[in-house]
C-alpha cells in the first residue's frame, strides 16, 4: 500500500495565478478529505467526500476555493486565482470508513507570491 | 461546534524521560485519534482510540470518553519524539474529523 500521494511537496504560483493540487488516496478507501494547516489556524478542514461525493465544503474559504473527486482514486483542489494569504500546507487524507483512523498524504506546501 | 484542548502547549524534555500529554473535549465523540507530526511535517496516526487503552512499543493511550479525555504517555523519551502531537475528535453527527491546537515537544539528548 503506497499510502494517500500528494506527489507535489512543493508548489511556488505568482499572486493571480491559478494552482491545483492533486491526491490520491488509498485504494478502497471511502472518505477523502482535504485540511489545510497553517500556524494562525491550525489544522482547518476545508472539505471531505465520501464516495466521491462531497458531502460537507463549509471550511472553504471562498468561492476561488473548489474541489472535485471525478473518481475513487483521484482528487483536485483549485484554487482562482491565488492570494499571498492562501500560503499554506494543505494535505489531503483518507480513510475506510465513517468514525476510521485517517491516512494523510505528506502534504503540499504552497507559496503564492 | 466541539471543542479540543491540549494541554501542556509546549513541552520540553530530556533524553529517556517519560510525558503525559492530556486532550480534552467538549461533547461525546465516536472517534479519538493522535497524530504526530515530525519535524519534516509528516503527519503519522499513533492510536485510533475512542475508548480503553492501547498500547505501541513506548508510547501508549487512553480515552475516557464518559469524562471526554484522552492522554498520551510518552516512556523512555527519545531525540525523534520531538514534533507536535495532535488529538483529534469526531462527534457522532459529523463525519468531520476536528483537530486541537498540538503540543509541542522538543527532546534534547
Known amino acids: 500500500d503506497a499510502g494517500v500521494i500528494q506527489s507535489t511537496r512543493h508548489e511556488v504560483t505568482e499572486m493571480g495565478q491559478e494552482v491545483t493540487l492533486r491526491c490520491k488516496p488509498i485504494?478502497?478507501?471511502?472518505?477523502l478529505f482535504w485540511y489545510r494547516q497553517t500556524m494562525m489556524r491550525g489544522l482547518e478542514l476545508l472539505i471531505y467526500f465520501n464516495n466521491n461525493v462531497p458531502i460537507d465544503d463549509s471550511g472553504m474559504p471562498e468561492d476561488r476555493f473548489s474541489a472535485k473527486m471525478p473518481n475513487a482514486s483521484f482528487s483536485t483542489l483549485k484554487i482562482q486565482p491565488s492570494e499571498p494569504r492562501d500560503s499554506a500546507v494543505y494535505f489531503c487524507?483518507?480513510?475506510?470508513?465513517?468514525?476510521?483512523?485517517?491516512?494523510f498524504g505528506s502534504g503540499t506546501r504552497l507559496t503564492v507570491v | 461546534g466541539i471543542q479540543v484542548e491540549q494541554s501542556p502547549p509546549d513541552l520540553i524534555l530530556q533524553e529517556g524521560a517519560n510525558s503525559t500529554l492530556r486532550c480534552n473535549f467538549s461533547?461525546?465523540?465516536?472517534?479519538l485519534q493522535w497524530f504526530h507530526q515530525n519535524p519534516w511535517g509528516q503527519l503519522i496516526n499513533l492510536f485510533y482510540?475512542?475508548?480503553g487503552t492501547k498500547q505501541n512499543g513506548r508510547l501508549s493511550a487512553t480515552t475516557v470518553a464518559t469524562e471526554r479525555y484522552s492522554l498520551l504517555y510518552i516512556s523512555s523519551s527519545q531525540t525523534t519524539d520531538s514534533g507536535v502531537y495532535f488529538c483529534?475528535?469526531?462527534?457522532?453527527?459529523?463525519?468531520?474529523?476536528?483537530f486541537g491546537t498540538g503540543t509541542r515537544l522538543q527532546v534534547f539528548p
Open positions: 483529534a475528535v469526531e462527534t457522532y453527527n459529523t463525519d468531520k474529523l476536528i
Open positions: 482510540i475512542p475508548s
Open positions: 487524507a483518507s480513510s475506510l470508513s465513517r468514525g476510521g483512523g485517517y491516512t
Open positions: 485504494s478502497g478507501h471511502d472518505y
Open positions: 461533547d461525546s465523540v465516536n472517534n
